[in-house]
């Protein structure tokens, strides 16, 4: 990014869920993990949801790991779905730390272990948290050994971290056919393709593998429409990312599927060990047939707001 | 040979021998004991032997060893001799063992909770995070009255010193208490005379403070609470405990499909509609539990059941994620905990274990694999232990290297030479021995069993003590020092709350497998009775078999009984072969055995429903077929055996059980299927002309079980207008079809009115009115036919009832579409 990047900047995010199911659904349970995390350097203005059918029920609470789930419950024969999450976020530029200027991996690694009465403070008992096996996240002596590259003796952490993300952005293609939400890490290391969430599942198999704490984010990316080519709504959708705890600066975002540091294009939902603790959206229904859901993400700066949805179809959320 | 019993038992000199304290010599505890032992002669020794794999058998006591949906129940093994344990010993034990719960529980809410214990620097991170059973949906989430662990059981040892050590700890769906009052309720039975003359302590009073506190500590807004206990379902490895257990404990045994959540309140779908839950048991593993918020996979669990839990309107025994203390990497860990949690000294020490996440408990390992057993710390590994000194050559060069590669995944353990005590192999051998020890939360703390489930390795020599591996169990006699009185569970005194509770929280499920085991248990006793009567027409020599099986073959191929004919052809087996097929052949559907299986199936789901009578009849049943069967008259046995099986449950059915809500079930069942089988079988011969119809009634009132009467009465060949009087109309012939009629009226009138459903009237009251109202004078008259096919039509009419009621009683009484309306009403 060049200087011209003003120091905050404010979007709005759209992200319309539809399901249509081939029999009628007589119960349904979502969980939604949809509204943007309060952060140092986020800060969400204003967040509604418009859900049809109306659920029988709406709920909030936080989960184990701070993020904000709404869950809805619907008691009536209903054949489709459809949520609107909306949100004008506010993003400040990050203190990004200096590459070289973080420990050494090794010691970080060293930190983080048990010694006999050896305690720790919460910052470092979070990131203990994040060191191990999940659903989609293996700790295996293959990642670590595919990391081990980039992770030279006394390297400083963020500039091994930095390299991984690099070589995994250069190594790995980007292909949605290649992979789906089950497609285990494992395998997409083999094939070396997938999407998002499969290059930070693998990027987090790395860095576990080799002892460092690393979660996996869900967010938002503003995209950049082609050249000449207008912004189209819809035409987004749901991102991940990787975030490596550094003693000193605290966790440390990384994006492999771009090869960039996350900052002012970046919005964060919430995080987790891996996609399984974030899903945007995740539900059990009785009956139905369910087909995949079409999802439609719209990220617009605040600037280009009126623009993109003129005045006849403007979201019911407006400008804080 | 008696005094030669004790004196020819091995006495081991490097272990504890828990029977005897020096060759020949009982210890003070098992000296009465050992003297009544040493005073039977070998032939009663044997004969009691028998009567304990008898009473196994009778009771279907089972632990599946696979999870095999064929079912490889395999027979709980008791040895009939008890581990007797005296009352002072016992005394020590027992408060070491709730002072562990206590400091277990006390470690569950920490790690939950303030998670000092891993700020302090008192726990590896990595054992607790690492673990698989750390659920993070339930960081945060405070149970009700506190209580994470309700539900405890410890593994213990005995060292060659004589002390009790912990060795494993079980804190997620604890095993083996039911077992333990099967074993209790066997043996006990086997030795009477010592059972009383020792003291030994009861263990009703165990599950008596499980009932309770449950009860106390649930959240119940000032209603009656209910407590259910949530099983897997059938095919679990100790499903046989969980419908053991539900039946002795009076809670309903329930499956995740019988639960629903709304309004984070938990509902028992009951044949009355939705009743609310305030406590559950569980043997379901937390992974299962919630398919939205934990494994999405899971169909087994409760969609919603952790925000219940989140806002605490159930207690769940245990808590979810209490399964993160199942490692064994934690013993080490527990004395400092124990100081600094409870402020007290650990009273039971664990066997020595060390972490090898900790680099100088590596090395120890490393350089002390000989004397150690290696154990994974994560239980989610599935690693079986492993034996230092087994180690030779490259496996051991590999082991190391696996624990050198990932240090904090591995556990050295001391190897502890089990005590031994003896078993019954038609003398005494010495085998070694460990007990399970279980404790309940009560609201004035933990309680123990006083009793155990006593485990023994499955053959001499060996050391590792595994039920999946086969191991034996003991029942275990803990002596009081004055006589006990008993009590039993089933017999203490009710208050008003029973009565409120009882007999209306039947599931939905229940009734519905009832109607099945209803179905299934009628239409095993038609089609063996049909198959009957065709191998009886059947011999090679006799020219007659064609005219006699006529129209026999074709009806037992329309009620399914035989395969139907493929394209017109005729079926290429010889007719014994495919007679006997349709007989053991349970891959066949409609077959006796594929009909039997299902019987078993559906009674399978409602065990703890049935009295231990049904069961015997059950297992019997389920035997039977497991013997080959070549030739007729083997196969001609068989169904004697599968009819008089089939009459025993009819017997029960009819006689025997109570008639809750899920009888009369059972009873729509049996008469549906009554009514839908005669109606098929009656209209074949109807079909025909008079000289063919005539030849067929012989087998008609035999498949009908009428023929008896029918001979008493006339005494004379099969005519039609007699036959069809006693078949069809004649309401006192319980294999009649107006009798089936009737019956359905009354019981449909019955459960509509107690479960508040209109009664059906359009289904059956017509048909009843038509059968009162046919003109029997007509079979007399000249156009007998058209008499003949007003029947046939009558008894299409019978069948289309019998199968739209059956789906009549689907439509209400088993699927839940209930509204939050209805929902509000009955809660």
Same mark, same amino acid.
């Given at each position: 990014?060049? %200087? ?15 399901? *249509? ?15 943007? *995390?309060?952060?140092?350097? %986020? ?31 619907? @008691? ?32 970080? *690694?060293?930190?983080? @272990? ?45 500039? &091994?971290?930095? *390299? ?25 290391? @083999? ?5 998002? %969430? ?49 003693? &000193? ?66 979201? &019911?959320? %407006?400008?804080? | ?19 005897? #304290? ?78 562990? #719960? ?19 620097? $008192? ?32 593994? $213990? ?87 053991? $257990? ?162 904090? #995944? ?9 005590? !031994? ?7 005494? +051998? ?13 609201? =004035? ?71 099945? +085991? ?16 065709? $191998? ?51 891959? !066949? ?27 015997? /009849? ?37 006689? =025997? ?25 009656? +209209? ?111 008894? /299409?009419?019978?069948?289309? /009832? /019998? ?25």
């Amino acid at each position: 990014m060049n %200087q011209a990047v003003p120091a905050i900047v404010r979007y709005h995010i759209r992200h319309d869920t539809r399901y *249509r199911y081939d029999q009628p659904v007589g119960e349904s349970r979502q969980l939604l993990r949809l509204t943007p *995390r309060e952060l140092p350097w %986020q800060h969400t203005c204003a967040h509604r949801l418009d859900i049809a059918p109306e659920p029988a029920r709406r709920q909030a609470f936080v989960d184990g790991l701070g993020n904000l789930v709404e869950t809805l419950h619907f @008691e009536r024969d209903h054949d489709a779905l459809f949520i609107r999450a909306e949100s004008w976020v506010e993003l400040r530029q990050r203190d990004l730390p200096a590459l070289a200027d973080s420990p050494p991996w090794e010691t970080v *690694r060293e930190m983080l @272990e048990y010694r006999a009465g050896r305690g720790f403070d919460e910052a470092r008992l979070e990131a203990c948290g994040y060191l191990f096996e999940s659903r989609h996240v293996r700790v295996k002596r293959e990642f670590a050994d595919y990391a081990a590259a980039d992770f030279a003796a006394g390297a400083p952490l963020l500039v &091994g971290v930095n *390299r991984l993300m690099r070589r995994i952005f250069d190594e790995f293609t980007f292909d949605p056919e290649a992979t789906d939400v089950s497609t285990p890490v494992t395998e997409v290391f @083999e094939h070396r393709r997938g999407v998002c %969430q499969d290059f930070a599942h693998f990027m987090l198999s790395c860095l576990r593998s080799l002892g460092l704490p690393a979660r996996y984010v869900s967010g938002y990316l503003l995209t950049r429409p082609p050249p000449g080519k207008a912004r189209l709504i819809g035409a987004d959708a749901t991102h991940a990312w990787v975030a490596v705890y550094c003693p &000193g600066h605290g966790w440390v975002d990384f994006d492999p599927t771009n090869a960039l540091m996350p900052d002012l294009e970046h919005i964060t939902i919430g995080w987790g060990h891996d996609f399984a603790d974030v899903s945007p959206l995740r539900g059990v229904i009785l009956g139905g047939g369910e087909h995949e859901p079409e999802i439609a993400v719209t990220v617009v700066p605040e600037d280009e707001f009126h623009t993109l949805y003129g005045s006849a179809e403007l979201p &019911g959320l %407006q400008p804080a | 040979m008696p005094p030669g019993l004790i004196a020819s038992y091995p006495h081991a000199a490097d272990r504890y021998d828990e029977m005897l #304290a020096a060759p020949g010599q009982p210890r003070p505890h098992w000296q009465p004991f050992a003297e009544r032992l040493a005073r039977f002669p070998e032939s009663i020794l044997g004969h009691r032997a028998d009567f304990v794999r008898g009473a196994i058998e009778a009771d279907g006591v089972t632990y599946n060893v696979y999870t095999d949906p064929k079912g490889t129940k395999r027979p709980w093994e008791l040895d009939m001799l008890p581990l007797i344990v005296g009352s002072e010993e016992w005394e020590e034990l027992g408060s070491a063992v709730a002072q562990r #719960a206590r400091l277990l529980n006390a470690i569950l809410a920490d790690l939950y909770g303030a998670r000092s214990l891993l700020t302090e620097g $008192l726990l590896p991170p990595a054992l607790v995070f690492g673990q698989h059973g750390y659920k993070w949906p339930c960081q945060g989430v405070l149970p009700p009255a506190g209580i994470w662990l309700h539900s405890y059981a410890v593994d $213990l040892a005995r060292a060659p010193d004589g002390k009790w050590w912990a060795i494993a700890d079980r804190t997620q769906g604890p095993s083996g208490a039911g077992y333990a009052l099967q074993n209790r309720i066997i043996v006990s039975r086997t030795f009477p005379d010592a059972f009383r003359e020792l003291h030994v302590q009861p263990l009703a009073s165990f599950f008596r403070a499980i009932q309770d506190s449950l009860a106390r500590l649930a959240p119940h807004d000032g209603e009656a609470p209910l407590a259910v206990l949530l099983t897997p379902g059938p095919y679990n490895e100790t499903y046989f405990e969980h419908a053991f $257990l539900a039946r002795y404990l009076g809670f309903p045994l329930v499956e995740g499909q019988d639960l629903t959540v709304r309004d984070d309140t938990v509902y028992l779908k009951t044949l009355r509609g939705l009743r609310r839950v305030h406590a559950i048991l569980r043997r379901l593993d937390d992974d299962f539990c919630d398919p939205l918020e934990l494994r999405a996979d899971s169909a087994l669990g409760i969609p919603g059941l952790m925000g219940a839990i989140r806002a605490g309107r159930v207690l769940m025994a245990n808590q979810l994620g209490s399964g993160v203390l199942e490692s064994a990497a934690l013993l080490g860990f527990l004395p400092a905990i124990c100081e600094r949690l409870l402020g007290e000294t650990l009273l039971m020490p664990s066997v020595a274990t060390w972490w090898c996440g900790e680099e100088p408990a590596l090395e120890y390992v490393l350089e002390h694999l000989d004397d150690l057993v290696i154990k994974p710390a994560f239980s989610s590994m599935r690693m079986e232990a492993v034996f230092g000194h087994e180690l030779k050559g490259d496996s051991r060069r590999r082991m190391i290297e696996r624990i050198v590669a990932q240090p904090h #995944a591995y556990v050295g353990q001391e190897w502890v030479r089990l005590s !031994q005590a003896p078993v019954w192999n038609r003398k005494l +051998m010495p085998r070694s021995v460990g007990m399970r020890v279980f404790a309940a939360a009560t609201p =004035d703390g933990y309680t123990v069993m006083p009793g155990a489930l006593g485990r023994v390795a499955p053959r001499a020599g060996m050391e590792v003590i595994s039920m999946q591996r086969g191991g034996l169990s003991k029942d275990t006699w803990v002596r009081a020092e004055a006589p006990v009185v008993r009590t039993s569970l089933l017999k203490r005194r009710l208050g008003v709350i029973d009565l409120v509770c009882g007999g209306a929280d039947i599931p939905s499920r229940v009734g519905e497998n009832l109607f099945w +085991m209803g179905r299934y248990a009628e239409r095993c006793e038609a089609s063996a009775r049909l198959l009957r009567a065709a $191998l009886v027409r059947v011999s090679s020599s006799d020219p007659e078999t064609e005219l006699r099986l006529s129209g026999l073959l074709d009806a037992a191929r329309r009620s399914g009984v035989l395969p139907p004919d493929e394209d017109g052809k005729e079926d290429p087996r010889p007719l014994e072969e495919a007679l006997t097929a349709a007989l053991v052949d349970a891959d !066949q559907p409609g077959s006796v055995a594929a009909n039997l299986r299902a019987l078993a199936y559906a009674a399978g789901h409602v065990k703890e429903r049935l009295s231990s009578d049904n069961w015997h /009849a059950l297992n019997h049943l389920e035997q039977l077929l497991s013997r080959p069967v070549a030739t007729v008259d083997q196969a001609l046995s068989a169904l004697d055996q599968v009819m008089l099986s089939c009459i025993s449950l009819a017997g029960f059915a009819f006689d =025997d059980m109570t008639r809750d809500e899920g009888w009369r079930f059972l009873i729509l069942g049996r008469r549906i299927e009554r009514l839908y089988g005669l109606s098929t079988l009656i +209209m074949r011969p109807l079909a025909e002309g008079v000289r063919e119809r005539e030849r067929m009634f012989e087998w008609l009132l035999e498949a009908a079980n009428s023929i008896v009467t029918y001979r008493a009465r006339y005494r004379r060949v099969p005519e039609l207008l007699p036959l069809a009087h006693l078949l069809v109309f004649d309401g006192s012939n319980p294999h009649s079809v107006a009798f089936q009629v009737e019956a359905l009226q009354n019981e449909l009138a019955r459960t509509a009115r107690d479960l508040g459903h209109p009664y059906p009237s359009l289904m059956i009251d017509p048909l009843a009115r038509r059968l009162a109202d046919f003109d029997l004078t007509r079979f007399e008259a000249e156009d007998c036919e058209l008499a003949v096919r007003t029947l046939r039509t009558l008894l /299409a009419e019978a069948e289309d /009832a /019998a199968g739209n009621l059956s789906e009549e009683v689907h439509r209400r009484f088993f699927i839940h579409t209930v509204r939050p309306m209805h929902l509000r009403r009955v809660a």
